[in-house]
Structures are given as C-alpha cells and as structure tokens.
C-alpha cells in the first residue's frame, strides 16, 4: 500500500528500504500484538478493557499501518500540490485514467474480501457467525461504493467510477475491522459514511491541504480503518466472538456465550462501555 501511493516518486533505495522495514518489521510487531498474543489483544485479560483490541482481518494491522506509512512517506518525500491559480473556479474530479479497470478492480476487490475475511487459520468458526460476517462484507462494500456514486452524480452530473471503486474498497476494510461483531444495519450504515467520507476526503487531501494522495490511500485505508476500529466499541452486539483473546470463554458479564459487545448490546446481553472502546482507542493510537 505504501509503495503504491509513493510509486514513481522517491529514490529506488527509500522504496526498498520502506518496504523491507513494513513487511520485515512493522507488519510482523503490529500482527503479534493484535493476533499473536501480544499487549494490545490483552487488553481484556490485563486490564479488563473488554475482549481486548478486536480487528478481525487486518483493518489496523495491515491497513491503518500501511496508511501511516504512506502518509509519512507523502509528507516527507513528496511536494505539495500547486495552489490553485483561481479559487473560485471549480475543481474537477481526479481523472479517472482507465475506468474499466478501475470498475473490474473494485469487484474483485469485492470477491477477494470475502475470502480475506476468513482465510485466518486462527479463527474459531463456530462462535463467529460466518453468515453474518459474509453479508457484513457485501453490504459494507455495496453500500460503500453507492454513497460516491450517488454523490459525484448529484454534484458533477455524472457518476464517477474512480470515487465509487475507492468508496468499495473502503467499505471493505470496514468489514474488515467489524467482521461478524456487528449487526448487518451497522455494517451497511458504516459502509455507507466510509463511502461518503471518500470523495470529501479526497478533495479536503488533495485541494486542501495539497497532499499528492493520488492512490486514495487517507480516505481507503486510513479514514475507513478508523473508523471501523472503532466503530466496535459502539455498534458490536455481542451475538459474536465468545472467547475472542481469551476473555469470556464460557460467560462474561454474566452473560453466557457473549461474545465481543460495545455500547449497543443485542437483547439479552449487558453493554460493555466503556472498556471495548478504551480498547480500541489505545490499539488505534
């Protein structure tokens, strides 16, 4: 992710090095602190801040992490975009170079979060509901490709295909931070503001703050993997997720079989607030 936002632009030797230090060092350190055992997955059983920090496929360990990287890289070896020349013209959308491929990409990516989702060996099927985090995914990437759609349509008169494959993609990594721990409702409405957020991020990261985020990586992988990381400490229900980092295994909160909840409970199970949030807080930061 990194190498694709800063393609082209610094020295060969910066984009070897960067790449070897993510993948050799950063990725493998954030991954056993989330998924191996670390401090951050025992948040719960240290602390009693809930199940600990919950990211069920990657939304901060591989994308928020890449996301810093990225911006770090944009900051530092990249120039500010021009000022624009007049600032009452009206600004164009980012051209869209090849919009077949970008619409093709945007679907597979569709299909491949799907098999991203619960290709982890680790996962424990049976108390995750795999149905439900199937269709967290679909409606989370629909709707978060809709959204753009519908906005560059109303404010540009037409839609435009790169917005709304950036908007799915970003749907996607909020699935992959939720998984099956949230109701489908709560899926499609993040899916929804992540969607949203694309466009107005992208023009507030490009035209505003001059930042050459031609990858759309602030509003995919940074603005979406927050937001859905920390969308569990409010919309997680507890249906999902007994046991997760090894908190809860048989009953918490008294409750038996509750699985990772936040501040909306489903019926039946007690909200844990504020500790699932104090989590996720501290695994974002």
Known sequence: IPL???????PVLSSLLGGL?????LYPLATNWVWGGGW??????????GHGFVDFAGAGTVHLLAAGVGLAGLLTMVARRPRPADDQAALPLPPV???????????????????????????DPATLLPSRGLIAVVLAATA?????????WFVADHPDPLMAARGLAAGAVIAAAVGPFVPPWAAAALG???????????YLVREVLRIDDDSGLTPVH??????????IGFFADGLAGAGWNGVGQIQYLGVR?????????????????????????????
Do not use: F, K
């Open 222 to 231: 940074l603005a979406a993997g927050l937001l859905g990381l920390l969308a």
């Open 21 to 25: 230090l993510v993948g050799g060092v």
């Open 4 to 10: 694709m936002a800063l393609r082209g632009r610094p």
């Open 144 to 152: 978060g490709a809709l959204a753009p759609l519908a906005y560059t």
């Open 192 to 202: 929804l503001a992540a969607g949203l957020a694309t466009p107005l991020l992208t």
């Open 97 to 123: 170079h090849l919009p077949l491929l970008a619409v093709m990409g945007a679907l597979l990516i569709l299909a491949g979060s799907l098999g991203w989702a619960w290709a982890n060996p680790l996962l």
């Open 257 to 285: 079989g509750q699985g990772v909840t936040g501040l909306l409970a489903a019926p039946g199970m007690q909200p844990d607030w504020p500790g699932q949030i104090q989590a996720q807080l501290i695994g974002v930061a």
């Open 40 to 49: 951050l997955s025992n948040l719960g059983a240290n602390l009693n801040l």
